[in-house]
Protein backbone atom coordinates (compact mmCIF):
# COMPACT_ATOMS: atom_id res chain seq x y z
CA UNK A 1 0.00 0.00 0.00
CA UNK A 2 1.38 3.45 -0.75
CA UNK A 3 0.12 6.91 -0.90
CA UNK A 4 -0.83 8.11 -4.22
CA UNK A 5 -3.11 10.67 -5.92
CA UNK A 6 -6.92 9.70 -8.05
CA UNK A 7 -7.41 12.19 -10.25
CA UNK A 8 -10.51 11.62 -11.83
CA UNK A 9 -11.84 12.39 -15.79
CA UNK A 10 -13.09 15.68 -14.60
CA UNK A 11 -10.32 16.51 -12.43
CA UNK A 12 -11.30 16.22 -9.22
CA UNK A 13 -8.22 15.09 -7.25
CA UNK A 14 -7.91 12.84 -3.65
CA UNK A 15 -5.49 11.68 -2.16
CA UNK A 16 -5.41 7.75 -1.45
CA UNK A 17 -3.46 4.92 0.01
CA UNK A 18 -3.66 2.23 -2.53
CA UNK A 19 -1.80 -1.15 -3.38
CA UNK A 20 -1.82 -2.28 -7.32
CA UNK A 21 -4.80 -3.79 -7.54
CA UNK A 22 -6.76 -1.09 -6.16
CA UNK A 23 -4.71 1.25 -8.81
CA UNK A 24 -5.80 -1.41 -11.32
CA UNK A 25 -9.74 -1.24 -10.47
CA UNK A 26 -9.80 2.86 -10.13
CA UNK A 27 -8.39 2.85 -13.64
CA UNK A 28 -11.19 -0.22 -15.07
CA UNK A 29 -7.74 -2.45 -15.47
CA UNK A 30 -6.56 -1.36 -18.74
CA UNK A 31 -3.54 0.99 -17.16
CA UNK A 32 -1.20 2.50 -19.15
CA UNK A 33 1.69 4.42 -18.77
CA UNK A 34 0.98 8.12 -19.66
CA UNK A 35 3.56 10.41 -18.24
CA UNK A 36 5.87 11.55 -14.90
CA UNK A 37 7.56 14.03 -12.66
CA UNK A 38 11.01 12.67 -12.56
CA UNK A 39 12.12 15.08 -10.09
CA UNK A 40 9.49 13.83 -7.65
CA UNK A 41 9.96 10.41 -8.78
CA UNK A 42 6.31 10.05 -9.88
CA UNK A 43 4.89 7.89 -12.62
CA UNK A 44 1.83 8.57 -13.92
CA UNK A 45 -0.97 6.14 -15.12
CA UNK A 46 -4.25 6.78 -16.75
CA UNK A 47 -6.90 4.02 -18.23
CA UNK A 48 -7.27 3.09 -21.65
CA UNK A 49 -10.97 3.05 -21.50
CA UNK A 50 -11.75 6.94 -20.57
CA UNK A 51 -14.29 7.93 -23.36
CA UNK A 52 -12.38 11.97 -23.10
CA UNK A 53 -9.36 13.77 -23.08
CA UNK A 54 -8.20 14.06 -19.22
CA UNK A 55 -9.45 17.45 -17.81
CA UNK A 56 -5.94 18.34 -16.41
CA UNK A 57 -4.45 17.65 -19.91
CA UNK A 58 -4.99 21.33 -21.81
CA UNK A 59 -3.63 23.16 -18.32
CA UNK A 60 -0.37 20.73 -17.96
CA UNK A 61 0.28 18.79 -21.46
CA UNK A 62 3.80 18.60 -20.97
CA UNK A 63 3.23 16.35 -18.10
CA UNK A 64 1.83 14.00 -20.52
CA UNK A 65 3.60 11.91 -23.47
CA UNK A 66 2.89 13.77 -26.59
CA UNK A 67 1.09 10.89 -28.33
CA UNK A 68 -0.84 9.60 -25.73
CA UNK A 69 -3.18 11.86 -23.38
CA UNK A 70 -4.56 10.53 -20.43
CA UNK A 71 -8.26 9.99 -21.87
CA UNK A 72 -10.30 8.77 -18.21
CA UNK A 73 -8.65 8.75 -14.50
CA UNK A 74 -5.39 9.13 -13.85
CA UNK A 75 -3.34 8.05 -10.90
CA UNK A 76 -0.01 9.86 -9.69
CA UNK A 77 2.19 6.45 -8.12
CA UNK A 78 5.19 7.07 -6.37
CA UNK A 79 8.44 4.95 -7.92
CA UNK A 80 12.01 4.77 -6.34
CA UNK A 81 15.09 4.66 -8.05
CA UNK A 82 14.95 0.72 -8.30
CA UNK A 83 10.97 1.50 -9.58
CA UNK A 84 9.53 -0.03 -6.09
CA UNK A 85 6.50 1.71 -4.91
CA UNK A 86 6.41 4.65 -2.78
CA UNK A 87 4.45 7.05 -1.33
CA UNK A 88 3.60 10.23 -3.52
CA UNK A 89 5.07 13.51 -1.68
CA UNK A 90 1.53 15.02 -1.59
CA UNK A 91 3.04 18.33 -0.79
CA UNK A 92 5.46 18.72 -3.21
CA UNK A 93 3.37 17.48 -6.26
CA UNK A 94 0.61 20.03 -5.24
CA UNK A 95 3.32 22.45 -4.94
CA UNK A 96 4.56 22.05 -8.25
CA UNK A 97 1.48 21.22 -10.20
CA UNK A 98 0.39 24.65 -9.20
CA UNK A 99 3.70 26.67 -9.91
CA UNK A 100 4.58 24.82 -13.15
CA UNK A 101 0.78 24.56 -14.35
CA UNK A 102 -1.64 26.59 -12.31
CA UNK A 103 -3.09 23.45 -11.22
CA UNK A 104 -4.78 23.38 -7.39
CA UNK A 105 -6.50 20.33 -5.73
Not at 6 to 13: C, F, H, I, L, T
Not at 22 to 31: F, T
Not at 58 to 85: C, H, T, W, Y
Not at 99 to 104: H, I, L, M, R, S
Request: with cysteine.
Amino acid sequence: MSVCVAVSEDGEARVVTWNEKQIAAYLDNCVHFVGALDDLNLVIVASRSGQNTHAWHAKASPLFLQDSPPRGNIVFVGSDANGMEQDVDVDALRSALRAQYGVTF
